[in-house]
């Protein structure tokens, strides 16, 4: 018993070691991306009780395995993906707790990430079976705090190669990111006037990419650059971009107008921070030695 034991760790760590764990743990970001994505999707078109209320099967082929018109696949394949960022994120867990050489920082992220994992499918189950405001509010916000949580601690395990051009590189995507949620949002402020399925999509990209951006920005300034004030300028506009991403989204916005605009000025103020960073960035990187 005590030979397979120790016939198996081998096995898994030459697994890991061939693949890599800091790619292991960038699939899995991707697949909780794409997982939350679809997940929008599926809200925006009214897929998610288009398999018939069915959980976890659908309403089509064997069993019910399998969706029988367009709305449900939306929905199904927002599962199938779901499944494959649980498996990602499982593995991933093995592999920080039982590799030595993973940062117990990132290890400590990843569990978290991972204990969350069963609450946000007993939530996406909900969504399902009720299908309330409060239910899709708190299955939206738990994935959003998966998905940092793993952006942290893959940028944690890239962080040796992050240089200062990528600081400002982030920087600067999320400075592009910031008007393009403001043109997307349901906001009379904003550029569209159909907010379709497609542009509820494109805007919780922007989210994510907004999210994205500031998590590296802010890590890779800290190993990177000697600044405070760059410091506190990244600090203030992550609270910035979690208030942006709030107010972006529609349940929010009908509560009362006035929201409207505080999130168009807020926004503003996050793009002005952006471009200050930019410039602080670069400034330090001309001073480094």
Request: glycine share 8%; hydrophobic share 55%; charged share 10%.
């Amino acid at each position: 018993m005590s030979s397979t034991s120790h016939a198996s760790r081998p096995t898994f760590r030459s697994l890991i070691d061939r693949f890599g764990f800091r790619h292991l743990l960038a699939t899995t970001l991707v697949l909780v991306s794409a997982t939350i994505l679809l997940g929008i999707a599926a809200k925006a078109t009214g897929s998610g009780l288009a398999c018939n209320a069915n959980w976890p099967r659908c309403d089509g082929g064997p069993f019910n395995l399998f969706p029988a018109s367009l709305p449900s696949f939306y929905e199904w394949i927002h599962r199938f993906v779901a499944m494959f960022a649980g498996f990602a994120i499982i593995g991933s867990a093995i592999a920080a707790w039982r590799l030595p050489s993973v940062d117990r920082r990132v290890t400590a992220l990843i569990v978290l990430g991972t204990l969350l994992t069963p609450v946000q499918v007993a939530l996406g189950r909900e969504t399902v079976t009720q299908y309330t405001l409060d239910i899709l509010s708190l299955h939206f916000w738990t994935a959003i705090l998966i998905f940092s949580m793993f952006a942290v601690a893959t940028v944690l395990v890239w962080e040796s190669s992050l240089t200062a051009g990528a600081v400002t590189g982030a920087l600067g995507f999320g400075l592009v990111a910031v008007p393009l949620h403001v043109a997307l949002s349901p906001t009379d402020l904003g550029l569209v006037t159909d907010y379709s399925p497609t542009v509820q999509l494109l805007q919780y990209a922007a989210t994510l990419a907004l999210l994205a951006a500031i998590i590296v920005a802010t890590m890779g300034s800290r190993r990177r650059f000697d600044d405070r004030l760059l410091r506190w300028l990244l600090s203030g506009s992550a609270v910035l971009v979690l208030a942006v991403a709030y107010l972006g989204r529609r349940t929010v916005m009908t509560y009362s107008p006035a929201l409207d605009g505080l999130y168009v000025a807020l926004a503003a103020v996050l793009a002005v921070a952006f471009g200050a960073g930019i410039y602080r960035s670069r400034t330090a990187a001309t001073r480094s030695p």
